[in-house]
């Protein structure tokens, strides 16, 4: 199995988000989470991904099970691109050492490689205070490319495209489908639209997960 | 004070502080010394009709006031360049220890809380040494006000004593009848302020509303008794901040014409001169500004104070894994 | 400044009574200044003050602390007035839009405005307007008295002080702009702050740390290398000022020393005149640096002006 949830639970303050999640997720599977706005999807994305500890409960991914070892076994594209005011280069490498080759493959499969060759300082160009210097299609391509250099086992997706429009949405639809090939992918989503491509798809619904 | 040691033990760099405060600390008290030598030489000289010795005490009285700005400017550049590079390291710091927190602690409090944490708290907790009227100054007040007190005790004992008599109810005033309900006073116009603030913004985001149902007058006449309100509470201030200014003048001027009055005494006695006397008005002067000098600070520190225990508190959060 | 001057015309009762208040005041300064001549003229020579001359001093001392008391409450009084003016014009202003203007409104920035620029502005009038009034009067009233006094002492004592004012100006501009650079990059630094909260899930999911962290420090080493310049610059302008500010004192002691010595001044003249040696030279050193306030007040009230309305009275 690459992914083991078992009993989670996780309350903000006194008030319960999960209430005994169980999941298992084998290799190589795409499955999808869909549920209302503050129905826990994206605190179970984050406990998934080692950005939480749980409080209750284990979580193992690809054998790990504490959360700064879990973190290595994931890759996550979130909602906001989330990016650092720096190079376009440094946000895929994050300031690790790595092949321009590996840098290159990424930009390629994120549709970001014609891009970045037009622009005059290429993978070195600024993309400014929060991204500004880029659009949010560029972004989350960017935010994809980092991703996919990671080259890690699982790839968790929180809202990854709700943000962008229909123009912009095919490319980083197709940069995505090009991260989760053969991966372990969990999708998180409100529009069951966006999970068509999971062979499961679950329902988060009063802090405990359903099959849809 | 102790808050303020153990950030500077986590950052480092005490030692110099304390050295160069040290070095700060005389200024005012050596500025004091200078003019009061130099006035009583000068009308000393005066009265003599002495206009050689009148000229020299001219000249030694700008080479040592060359030398003593000279000095303070160094040491002002020695440790302001100290300072700047403290802040630095507090900074780097803060900022490696919250990007080290676990993420469900930077998520539970508002990012507005973390700004706050990395910019204005350490900006207040910087004040304390070196912002005027803070740490340094209050140290050099101190030491103005001891050697002042000093001097005026060897030469005059009975001239200190008139001082003290005026400066001490002087200063309690100030502190306990006047700043101390300044807080209070200061929180209130704040929270009248922001109710003002409301007010304004119920006139700009309701202003369809407010058309639609004829109410700008009514919330226009909210704002205006808001706005009054702030007035009053404003002014409840600065009735006190005016009671301290005619209080100010009117022990200054009776310490000063009493101290005066006895000092044409021993003259006339023939146990001073008119130039011992304007020394003594000037260790006066010395022992006025060092008080409040001393005073002030204080309460800015407490304040400072404030934000060095914050920053304390953010270096101490548990770190991811711990 | 029509805007100001609309202010202080509505409440031109108020604004009148403080002037009065302030020229009464400064001449009972004076008058304290005279007495303590008088006084001093006496002592100095082993004689006894009279006790008429006492009882006017004291009385002097107890009517300038009372006017002292009543300028705070007047200037108070009126400063508070006109910032509850400037308030009220700024929603009279918003209160008669119509439909269309108001829905184009930017409630945040108009409420920025009130926070920031009226506060700006209403701080100004409270901290300065008057003190500014009160130091010219002041000024003026003292520099009229030492002329008549003693006019050679007056002009030749005070006259180096108009070459320590160019001197302030430009070292002021000086330090403005080292000041600006340090603001820049406080600026720059300030923003990292923002970002690390904004990007901390990729910052944990990405092991991006150090390299924010390096960035940071790169902005902050650019931030410590203008704040220090700032200092240095300040440190040694402002120590040459303070220098260059003893001149004033030296030259009444070097000039008015002499003319003593040589009888045709009193020695009370002379301590008059180091008494209120603050009242001229201190005034005339402070004038750049409140015409630099008073430039930005300015500016202040014509980003405001169109958007208050002052009822006239």
């Known amino acids: 199995m690459s992914i083991i949830a078992e009993n989670l639970q996780y309350a903000y303050g006194g008030t319960p988000v999960l209430r005994g999640v169980d999941l298992t997720v084998p290799t190589g599977e795409r499955i999808g989470i869909i549920g209302v706005s503050g129905g826990g999807k994206s605190t179970l994305l984050k406990l998934l991904s080692g950005l939480y500890a749980a409080q209750t409960g284990v979580v193992e991914v690809h054998g790990a099970t504490t959360p700064q070892a879990i973190r290595r076994q994931v890759a996550m594209v979130l909602q906001s691109a989330m990016l650092f005011p720096a190079s376009i280069r440094e946000n895929i490498t994050c300031g690790h050492p790595m092949a321009e080759a590996v840098i290159e493959r990424a930009c390629k499969a994120a549709q970001l490689a014609d891009w970045i060759a037009a622009l005059p300082d290429g993978l070195d160009t600024f993309v400014g205070e929060r991204g500004g210097k880029v659009s949010g299609g560029q972004a989350q391509r960017i935010a994809i490319a980092r991703a996919i250099a990671k080259d890690a086992p699982v790839v968790l997706l929180d809202e990854a495209t709700s943000a962008l429009d229909g123009a912009t949405g095919g490319a980083v639809l197709a940069a995505i489908d090009r991260l989760t090939a053969g991966k372990t992918v969990v999708s998180v989503s409100h529009h069951p639209g966006a999970l068509v491509h999971c062979t499961r798809v679950y329902r988060l619904e009063g802090g405990r997960l359903h099959h849809a | 004070m102790r808050d303020l040691q153990a950030l500077l033990r986590a950052t480092g760099g005490w030692r110099r502080f304390a050295l160069l405060i040290l070095l700060r600390s005389p200024f005012d008290a050596l500025h004091t010394l200078v003019r009061a030598v130099y006035l009583q030489a000068a009308f000393n000289a005066i009265q003599r009709g002495d206009a050689r010795g009148l000229g020299i005490s001219c000249a030694v009285f700008g080479i040592g006031s060359l030398l003593l700005f000279l000095y303070n400017g160094t040491v002002w550049t020695l440790y302001a360049t100290h300072t700047v590079r403290w802040i630095g390291t507090v900074r780097r710091k803060l900022f490696a220890h919250i990007a080290s927190l676990p993420l469900a602690q930077i998520e539970a409090q508002p990012s507005g809380s973390w700004i706050t944490r990395l910019n204005a708290d350490v900006q207040a907790a910087a004040a304390l040494l070196s912002q005027p009227l803070h740490l340094p100054h209050a140290v050099c007040g101190m030491v103005n006000l001891a050697v002042s007190s000093l001097v005026l005790v060897c030469i005059r004992p009975a001239i200190w004593g008139l001082v003290a008599l005026f400066v001490v109810p002087h200063l309690l005033i100030s502190r306990f009848v006047i700043a101390r309900p300044m807080t209070a006073l200061a929180e209130s116009a704040q929270q009248i302020t922001a109710q003002n603030t409301a007010d304004l913004d119920a006139l700009i985001t309701c202003a369809d509303t407010a058309i639609l149902y004829d109410a700008q007058d009514y919330l226009l006449e909210r704002f205006r008794r808001s706005s009054l309100a702030l007035r009053r509470a404003n002014m409840r201030m600065r009735r006190r901040s005016a009671c301290g200014a005619g209080l100010y003048t009117l022990l200054g001027l009776s310490g000063y014409l009493l101290v005066l009055l006895l000092g044409g005494a021993w003259i006339a006695a023939g146990a001073l001169t008119f130039g011992d006397l304007t020394a003594a008005f000037q260790y006066r002067g010395g022992m006025i500004m060092g008080a409040v000098m001393l005073t002030n600070s204080l309460i800015n520190c407490r304040a400072a104070l404030a934000g060095v225990r914050r920053v304390n508190e953010t270096m101490q959060l548990p770190k991811e894994g711990l | ?313």
């Open chain 3, 1 to 313: 400044m029509r805007l100001l001057q609309n202010l202080l015309h509505r409440r031109i009762g108020l604004v009148v009574l403080t002037l009065c208040v302030s020229v009464v005041s400064i001449g009972v300064s004076l008058w304290w200044n005279a007495q303590l001549s008088r006084i001093i003229n006496t002592v100095s020579t082993g004689g006894a003050a009279a006790a008429r001359t006492v009882v006017t001093a004291c009385a002097t001392l107890l009517l300038s602390a009372g006017l002292n008391h009543a300028l705070g409450l007047c200037s108070g009084w009126t400063c508070e007035t006109l910032a509850h003016d400037l308030r009220l014009g700024y929603a009279r202003h918003f209160a008669a839009l119509d439909a269309q203007a108001a829905a184009a409104l930017n409630a945040g920035e108009a409420l920025s405005a009130l926070q920031n620029e009226i506060n700006d502005v209403s701080g100004f009038l409270r901290a300065n307007l008057f003190s500014i009034v009160d130091d010219l009067i002041r000024f003026l009233g003292t520099f009229a008295w030492l002329l008549w006094l003693n006019p050679l002492l007056t002009l030749t004592a005070n006259l180096p002080v108009v070459l320590l004012m160019g001197y302030t100006v430009v070292s002021s501009r000086i330090i403005g702009r080292a000041a600006a650079q340090s603001q820049q990059a406080n600026l720059r630094m300030n923003g990292f702050a923002d970002t690390l909260v904004t990007v901390f899930p990729v910052l944990r999911l990405f092991d991006a740390a150090p390299l924010l962290c390096t960035r940071y420090g790169a902005a902050l080493t650019a931030w410590e290398a203008a704040g220090i310049r700032e200092e240095r610059v300040r440190a040694r302008l402002m120590s040459l000022s303070a220098l260059l500010s003893c001149t004033p004192l030296l030259l009444l002691f070097w000039l008015g020393g002499a003319q003593v010595i040589r009888g045709t001044m009193s020695l009370g003249v002379l301590y008059v005149f180091i008494n209120l040696s603050g009242n001229v030279s201190g005034v005339m050193m402070n004038i750049p640096g409140r015409i630099a306030q008073f430039r930005r007040f300015a500016a202040n009230m014509q980003r405001l002006a169109p958007r208050v309305s002052v009822v006239k009275p």
